[in-house]
């Protein structure tokens, strides 16, 4: 146990490590700068602002300074908004990112599981078809595009939902099911393709001949090996939804990390993107890592491999 945990953990360094690193040199290869604007500023004041960031020292000095905020737990502070930290951006969109992925999580994975569950018990008859069809169509419809089509529907024309801004659960319903589509969709599909292929194994029979009920049966065998592969579609997938989808935040004018990662990137803030960035990968590799100790609590066979590993 010891073993898999330290091993995990060494992983997870490395790659933030990787990811870090990675993200400083690219960011660096950007033309421009922060401060390049439309307007000419002069050269005395230009010079100023990168002495006060530290923009004028050299590129291993400054990576060094970046690596050394990520340790201490400091990313520094924004170059287009004055006053205003890293920390403090993310701490102020992450909550507003968190409920907006929280409710579309909930919705995708709760409505794939039972649509696709519904489909394996309903194969080849029509349920499974059109539940198939609306699969497809989820799949196939952009984020952006479904929150346009819902705002016209819900807002314009039946007057139902606020079309845009965020504060209330009413205008968090939208842009959750737009972003709840595509994942639901895939939870669908998976769902149904792992239950079909768990209802055609012996063991399945075997519990039918000892007169177990269809209830027990699905519920205590069929389904709780058939969310394996589910389980693992739901590890990247609960990072990135909870980080919340850059356009569709934008499109409802929400304040989350998606529409401060956009603007920071329009406007080169260095320190911003590289923050938002590392804190997006911790999020994935943390929820990667959730889901390995996860698997040992639905298959006993990795259960018994973690302990003895």
Request: proline content about 4%.
């Amino acid at each position: 146990m010891k073993k898999f945990f330290l091993k995990k953990i060494v992983t997870l360094l490395l790659s933030l490590f990787t990811i870090a690193s990675l993200t400083f040199f690219l960011m660096r290869a950007i033309p421009g700068d922060p401060f390049t604007e439309d307007r000419v500023i002069p050269e005395e004041i230009m010079k100023a602002m990168y002495h006060h960031y530290g923009l004028n020292d050299s590129w291993y000095i400054q990576y060094g300074r970046y690596l050394k905020g990520i340790i201490t737990l400091n990313l520094g502070p924004s170059f287009k908004y004055e006053g205003r930290t890293v920390n403090e951006v993310i701490a102020n969109s992450f909550p507003v990112s968190l409920i907006l992925g929280g409710e579309a999580l909930l919705l995708s994975s709760s409505i794939g599981i039972v649509l696709g569950s519904l489909a394996a018990l309903k194969h080849a008859k029509w349920q499974d078809h059109l539940i198939m069809i609306v699969t497809i169509l989820g799949v196939s419809i952009p984020s952006f595009i479904l929150a346009t089509f819902l705002q016209y529907i819900f807002s314009m024309k039946l007057d139902l939902l606020p079309i845009a801004r965020w504060g209330t659960f009413s205008q968090s319903i939208l842009p959750a099911l737009s972003l709840a589509a595509l994942p639901t969709a895939f939870i669908t599909r998976l769902t149904r393709t792992n239950m079909i292929e768990v209802l055609h194994q012996d063991y399945i029979q075997t519990a039918k001949s000892k007169g177990l009920s269809s209830y027990q049966i699905i519920w205590r065998h069929a389904l709780r090996n058939s969310l394996l592969p589910v389980i693992t579609y739901l590890g990247p997938l609960t990072a990135s939804i909870i980080t919340g989808s850059f356009i569709v935040e934008k499109i409802f004018g929400i304040p989350g990390l998606g529409q401060w990662f956009v603007m920071s990137v329009s406007n080169r803030d260095y320190t911003v993107v590289m923050g938002i960035t590392l804190f997006y990968s911790v999020l994935l590799i943390s929820a990667v890592f959730l889901v390995d100790i996860l698997y040992g609590f639905i298959d006993p066979r990795i259960k018994r491999s973690i302990f003895n590993g």
